[in-house]
């Protein structure tokens, strides 16, 4: 019992420290916030919308009419993430409710970090020491500045599905299994689908790994009926992914890169190469050297010298005394190796030859612009080319564009259109414009007329 409080304690005061690290003194004076660039701009809009409409009595919305014509809410994941962690924010105040995720995620991450590594072996203080650096890594810390909210919410699911998969297999209880099930199921229904996507195969690796004969069958087939449970919720959302652009043959987004092996140096320095606006502190410099700041965000990968010097430790360790690892340490290791080599530009080519990399195509509206329903474009916009400009607004109605009729099948067609549009990334926000798109298609076309159209580049 006095070892079990010990590390209670210990696990009590990693958290503190993990959320002193996100919540510091000054912002609780009540003039200042946390606030993130993407949850400024996009979640707290969603958050504030569903909330109203609860309080109002009305129930979780359907339809978010914000985006375009309009798109669906509680059936798109990234408008509307089903993970209970998200379902608490619609209790707090939308000005609140990022710092009161962000801390959060955070104290999740650090908790099951802390409890998988106590059941794979190590001392109280060693899991705390794990704990308190998979919350306060680089890859959480520079999310929360840039505001990715679906992402943090997710970042846990790796250490829970390992420690819940590891209870599961030492174990036949019930309870064991039921708590797989639910942590698969819950974390399938985060926003940001790849961090689970992760996790979820990983967690079934790792039961590969340890388990042996029937129950390493009956681990994964718990964990697979947990994520069966979430159709329920997914099948819309796929039907919702056949409409969006990311699954278009477009030009990578600006963020579809490798890890270059010059940021490799971040690992170790994270401000090598600058930083960007918004960490931009007095004395650092401007982040640069790379196309664009995604070079930044979606390589911040710090851990801190120490962790690093502790691994370097244990493998010297291990080479002066051979001694082999205990199995989830072995399984860890891989794990982390594959990932970074996975990362590097010199396995892109093979890896874009796997259906896996479909994975991108399903962050489908993380920027609120890409969905549009094509039920109710006009003969030549549906004729036109697949590629479809998306742009941050409800169409209204267009004045009707100039184009030639066509006469024979598969006659070139050409054209311009004509919208006016009005942006509604907020009800208090908007902002009118017109825009003159021309287009050539070649297909058979009916003449032209004023109509909500989904509109061609």
């Given at each position: 019992m006095a070892g079990r409080a010990f590390s209670c304690w210990i696990a009590i005061v990693m958290i503190a420290l993990a959320e002193a690290v996100y919540l510091p003194p000054a912002l609780f004076d009540s003039s200042r916030t946390l606030l993130g660039l993407d949850y400024r701009d996009l979640h707290v809009q969603r958050i504030t919308f569903a909330r109203q409409a609860v309080l109002s009595g009305h129930g979780l919305p359907t339809w978010y009419p914000y985006?375009?014509?309009?798109?669906?809410?509680?059936?798109?994941?990234?408008?509307?993430?089903?993970?209970?962690?998200?379902?608490?924010?619609?209790?707090?105040?939308?000005?609140?409710?990022?710092?009161?995720?962000?801390?959060?995620?955070?104290?999740?991450?650090?908790?099951?970090?802390?409890?998988?590594?106590?059941?794979?072996?190590?001392?109280?203080?060693?899991?705390?020491?794990?704990?308190?650096?998979?919350?306060?890594a680089g890859f959480f810390s520079s999310r929360v500045a840039a505001g990715h909210l679906p992402l943090l919410e997710a970042y846990a699911a790796l250490p829970l599905l390992l420690w819940a998969a590891d209870r599961a297999l030492a174990s036949?209880?019930?309870?064991?299994?039921?708590l797989l099930a639910l942590s698969g199921?819950?974390?399938?229904?985060?926003?940001?689908?790849?961090?689970?996507?992760?996790?979820?195969?990983?967690?079934?690796?790792?039961?590969?790994?340890?388990?042996?004969?029937?129950?390493?069958?009956r681990v994964v087939s718990v964990l697979a009926s947990g994520i069966g449970t979430t159709l329920i919720v997914?099948?819309?959302?796929?039907?919702?992914?056949?409409?969006?652009?990311?699954?278009?043959?477009?030009?990578?987004?600006?963020?579809?890169?490798?890890?270059?092996?010059?940021?490799?140096?971040?690992?170790l320095v994270p401000g090598i190469d600058g930083w960007p606006d918004p960490l931009l502190a007095a004395g650092t410099k401007l982040f640069g050297g790379y196309p664009n700041d995604a070079y930044f965000w979606d390589t911040a990968s710090y851990l801190g010298l120490l962790p690093l010097a502790a691994v370097l430790f244990l493998a010297l360790g291990c080479l002066?005394?051979?001694?082999?690892?205990?199995?989830?340490?072995?399984?860890?290791?891989?794990?982390?190796?594959?990932?970074?080599?996975?990362?590097?530009?010199?396995?892109?080519?093979?890896?874009?030859?796997?259906?896996?990399?479909?994975?991108?195509?399903?962050?489908?509206?993380?920027?609120?612009?890409?969905?549009?329903?094509?039920?109710?474009?006009?003969?030549?916009?549906?004729?036109?080319?697949?590629?479809?400009?998306?742009?941050?607004?409800?169409?209204?109605?267009p004045t009707p564009p100039s184009c030639t009729a066509s006469s024979p099948e598969n006659s070139a067609t050409r054209g311009s259109l004509s919208i006016r549009a009005t942006s509604c990334l907020s009800p208090a926000a908007t902002k009118t414009w017109v825009v003159s798109i021309p287009f050539s298609s070649r297909a058979t076309i009916a003449p032209c007329s004023p109509s909500w159209m989904l509109l061609p580049p």
């Amino acid at each position: 019992m006095a070892g079990r409080a010990f590390s209670c304690w210990i696990a009590i005061v990693m958290i503190a420290l993990a959320e002193a690290v996100y919540l510091p003194p000054a912002l609780f004076d009540s003039s200042r916030t946390l606030l993130g660039l993407d949850y400024r701009d996009l979640h707290v809009q969603r958050i504030t919308f569903a909330r109203q409409a609860v309080l109002s009595g009305h129930g979780l919305p359907t339809w978010y009419p914000y985006d375009f014509l309009g798109a669906p809410f509680t059936a798109n994941l990234q408008s509307f993430p089903w993970i209970p962690t998200r379902l608490l924010l619609l209790l707090l105040a939308p000005e609140v409710a990022y710092a009161a995720g962000v801390a959060l995620a955070a104290a999740l991450a650090a908790g099951f970090t802390f409890l998988f590594c106590r059941r794979a072996g190590l001392s109280p203080l060693g899991a705390a020491a794990a704990g308190w650096t998979f919350a306060c890594a680089g890859f959480f810390s520079s999310r929360v500045a840039a505001g990715h909210l679906p992402l943090l919410e997710a970042y846990a699911a790796l250490p829970l599905l390992l420690w819940a998969a590891d209870r599961a297999l030492a174990s036949r209880r019930c309870r064991d299994l039921l708590l797989l099930a639910l942590s698969g199921a819950c974390f399938a229904v985060a926003g940001h689908p790849q961090v689970p996507a992760y996790a979820l195969t990983a967690s079934a690796l790792y039961v590969l790994w340890r388990g042996r004969g029937a129950a390493r069958a009956r681990v994964v087939s718990v964990l697979a009926s947990g994520i069966g449970t979430t159709l329920i919720v997914w099948w819309p959302m796929l039907l919702l992914i056949q409409r969006s652009s990311r699954i278009l043959p477009l030009a990578p987004a600006d963020n579809d890169i490798a890890l270059p092996y010059g940021r490799l140096l971040a690992l170790l320095v994270p401000g090598i190469d600058g930083w960007p606006d918004p960490l931009l502190a007095a004395g650092t410099k401007l982040f640069g050297g790379y196309p664009n700041d995604a070079y930044f965000w979606d390589t911040a990968s710090y851990l801190g010298l120490l962790p690093l010097a502790a691994v370097l430790f244990l493998a010297l360790g291990c080479l002066i005394v051979p001694r082999r690892p205990a199995r989830p340490w072995m399984f860890l290791a891989a794990l982390g190796l594959g990932a970074l080599v996975c990362s590097l530009a010199l396995t892109q080519p093979a890896l874009a030859l796997l259906p896996g990399t479909l994975l991108r195509s399903f962050a489908l509206c993380s920027d609120g612009a890409s969905w549009a329903p094509a039920s109710r474009s006009t003969p030549s916009t549906s004729a036109a080319s697949p590629d479809v400009l998306f742009l941050p607004c409800r169409v209204r109605r267009p004045t009707p564009p100039s184009c030639t009729a066509s006469s024979p099948e598969n006659s070139a067609t050409r054209g311009s259109l004509s919208i006016r549009a009005t942006s509604c990334l907020s009800p208090a926000a908007t902002k009118t414009w017109v825009v003159s798109i021309p287009f050539s298609s070649r297909a058979t076309i009916a003449p032209c007329s004023p109509s909500w159209m989904l509109l061609p580049p």
